[in-house]
């Protein structure tokens, strides 16, 4: 099974960027779709970004044009660039494997990780 490991969060002033981490371990990384999810305070946890084994995106509407998601197969590794931040995008940030079918949401099949915090001050 996949093992996921989430870094770079941090405090950051409204406009500003971070680039997050997720380390995966196990021999499948380059076969899978990966995901970020969010989770605000008091709020459900929803699909950010998703990315394909073949580098298809796709975002939330309130992200678009805002984060990038990309991965590094070799690396074993997914991002999540995100720039322009604004307080609303505060949130404890996670990664997962996902299964990405024409006719559901993707799908998260992973175990969740411990996360990584953002916060966007005002």
């Known amino acids: 099974q996949v093992q996921l490991v989430e870094s770079g969060g941090g405090l950051v002033q409204a406009g500003g960027s971070l680039r997050l981490s997720c380390a995966a371990s196990g021999s499948f990384f380059g076969v899978t779709a990966m995901g970020w999810y969010r989770q605000a305070p008091g709020k459900q946890r929803e699909l950010v970004a998703t990315?394909?084994?073949?580098?298809?995106?796709n975002y939330a509407d309130s992200v678009k044009g805002r984060f990038t998601i990309s991965r590094d197969n070799g690396k074993k590794t997914v991002y999540l660039q995100m720039n322009s931040l604004k307080p609303e995008d505060t949130a404890v940030y996670y990664c997962n494997t996902v299964v990405i079918t024409s006719t559901t949401i993707p799908i998260p099949i992973g175990s969740w990780g411990k996360g990584t915090l953002v916060t966007v001050s005002s």
């Open positions: 990315i394909s084994s073949g580098g298809n995106t």
